[in-house]
């Protein structure tokens, strides 16, 4: 196919204020993702928007394996679906009061703030 660009998995964006260290997740626009490796304010950076990763969660959540998740872009965790924060995927491993990370699938889909 000629106008065929890439699978979409791996998109690079520019980096946010302040930069990205590799692992972090970080929200563009409508997309969120997953840096993989560290770069600098202003500088590209590639980020995964799919695939299973373990990232923050809020303490207090409570998830399921298979529970939707969604990112508070504020507390910059996962945590569940509400007004404000964007839905990112599901848990993969159930995680309750008190832990503060959990696998996640991504979806790799465009999100919005419910």
Same mark, same amino acid.
């Given at each position: 196919m000629k106008n065929y660009l890439q699978n979409g998995h791996i998109l690079r964006v520019t980096t946010p204020p302040g930069g990205i260290a590799s692992g972090d997740a970080l929200m563009v626009?409508?997309?969120?993702?997953?840096?993989?490796?560290?770069?600098?304010?202003g500088d590209p950076?590639?980020?995964?928007?799919?695939?299973?990763?373990?990232?923050?969660?809020?303490?207090?959540?409570?998830l399921t394996v298979g529970a939707r998740v969604a990112w508070d872009n504020t507390a910059g965790e996962v945590t569940t679906p509400a007004a404000g924060r964007f839905p990112i995927g599901v848990a993969v491993e159930a995680a309750g009061n008190g832990v503060t990370s959990?696998?996640?699938?991504?979806?790799?889909? #465009?999100? #919005?703030?419910?």
């Amino acid at each position: 196919m000629k106008n065929y660009l890439q699978n979409g998995h791996i998109l690079r964006v520019t980096t946010p204020p302040g930069g990205i260290a590799s692992g972090d997740a970080l929200m563009v626009g409508s997309i969120f993702g997953i840096a993989a490796y560290s770069s600098a304010e202003g500088d590209p950076v590639e980020i995964s928007t799919t695939g299973v990763f373990q990232l923050p969660k809020a303490s207090a959540a409570v998830l399921t394996v298979g529970a939707r998740v969604a990112w508070d872009n504020t507390a910059g965790e996962v945590t569940t679906p509400a007004a404000g924060r964007f839905p990112i995927g599901v848990a993969v491993e159930a995680a309750g009061n008190g832990v503060t990370s959990v696998a996640v699938r991504l979806d790799g889909v #465009a999100t #919005a703030a419910a």
